[in-house]
T-cell receptor, first 113, second 118 residues
């Protein structure tokens, strides 16, 4: 069966450091992979989409990589700030999926000053 | 408003009661999705609409769950004879395009309805 694994343990990191989150998937052949941020009591907010033929994508302090051989995406937050504290969700998507998102359980990031 | 709006934000019901949850998507968005999120988990897909057509309802947990979008805009998720296991946050999301292009589109989520069944 299809499975998406994200580190369930919270990632505690000091302000200014780089946070690296992992998303592993099995039994998927995703054409795209999306990353979302979710704050407590709020809905997820879209951050980045990376395509299968893109190795890396950047947006401001965020960087995402996508390795279809390893079946893994890495999400980096550089120069982290306390405002980056949230839960981050990944969602691999296959082309014929109607856009139906299947999420990992998310990784909580806590950035301390 | 500019975003996806869901109401009510909180709903408490007794086991066995029927509930209705409303979603107002972003105006003009063709695709609408419902998700269920349990505490500490990622959202799980329930159903998908393209305009008024319900194209995928494979995630609905039982026949007690019913969703509609009669005019292709506002959607309602109804749960009949609620059970305690229905307690969760119900999220609605919309995206601009439909079909294969939907996979490339960001989904815009509302803040959800937190449903508690006593």
């Amino acid at each position: 069966s299809q499975k998406i694994e994200q580190n369930s343990e919270a990632l505690n990191i000091q302000e200014g450091k780089t946070a690296t989150l992992t998303c592993n998937y099995t039994n998927y052949s995703p054409a795209y992979l999306q990353w979302y941020r979710q704050d407590p009591g709020r809905g997820p907010v879209f951050l980045l989409l990376i395509r299968e033929n893109e190795k890396e994508k950047r947006k401001e302090r965020l960087k995402v990589t996508f390795d279809t051989t390893l079946k893994q995406s890495l999400f980096h937050i550089t120069a982290s700030q306390p405002a980056d504290s949230a839960t981050y969700l990944c969602a691999p998507l296959e082309t014929d999926s109607w856009g139906k998102l299947q999420f990992g359980s998310g990784t909580q990031v806590v950035v301390t000053p | 408003g500019a975003g996806v709006s869901q109401s009510p934000r909180y709903k408490v019901a007794k086991r066995g009661q029927d509930v209705a949850l409303r979603c107002d998507p972003i105006s003009g968005h063709v695709s609408l999705f419902w998700y269920q999120q349990a505490l500490g988990q990622g959202p799980e897909f329930l159903t998908y609409f393209q305009n008024e057509a319900q194209l995928d309802k494979s995630g609905l947990p039982s026949d007690r769950f019913f969703a509609e979008r009669p005019e292709g805009s506002v959607s309602t998720l109804k749960i009949q004879r609620t059970q305690q296991e229905d307690s969760a946050v119900y999220l609605c999301a919309s995206s601009l395009q439909s079909g294969g292009a939907t996979s490339r589109q960001p989904q815009h989520f509302g803040d959800g309805t937190r449903l508690s069944i006593l």
